[in-house]
């Protein structure tokens, strides 16, 4: 019997706005499924895009960048310079052989809760749709 795929997805998360809707999100006992692993940054302004590729060639399945609504980011600017590298990112993905599809860039507020656990069921079910990285299956383990 086959195993049903499921996918890995790192999500680098805002510590003041998705960080916290993640956290509401469990306090609230929303469910969501378990394939995310958040990586908690003070801003998306500093995820740098080699983090992003790093994390796609070691096996990710996807990336879900989230932060602040733009204008209600603490330093200022940060969400604007993540979205100008995520734009930028998608266009240059395909060179590495990624879909574009599996990077994904929110705003997701303190608030949000239930958009953070609404987000990870939505990007769960678009990446098995795409199907597993190909880096991961060229690994040997």
């Known amino acids: 019997m086959e195993e049903e795929f499921e996918p890995t997805i790192i999500a680098f998360v805002c510590n003041w706005c998705t960080y916290t809707a993640a956290d509401l999100a469990g306090t609230s ?21 080699k983090y992003i590729i790093k994390a796609l060639l070691d096996g990710a399945d996807a990336v879900l960048v989230s932060g602040c609504h733009p204008g209600d980011c603490h330093y200022i600017n940060g969400n604007f310079k993540a979205r100008r590298r995520m734009r930028l990112l998608k266009e240059i993905l395909p060179g590495f052989g990624f879909e574009p599809e599996r990077l994904r860039l929110t705003w997701i507020g303190a608030s949000d ?18 199907g597993p990285n190909a880096c991961k299956q060229q690994m040997v383990i």
């Open 113 to 130: 809760g239930i958009q953070f656990a609404d987000t990870i069921k939505e990007m769960v079910s678009q990446i098995k749709q795409i």
């Open 29 to 49: 006992r929303l469910t969501y499924p378990p394939n995310v692993r958040l990586i908690r940054v003070m801003c998306t302004g500093m995820v740098d895009p």
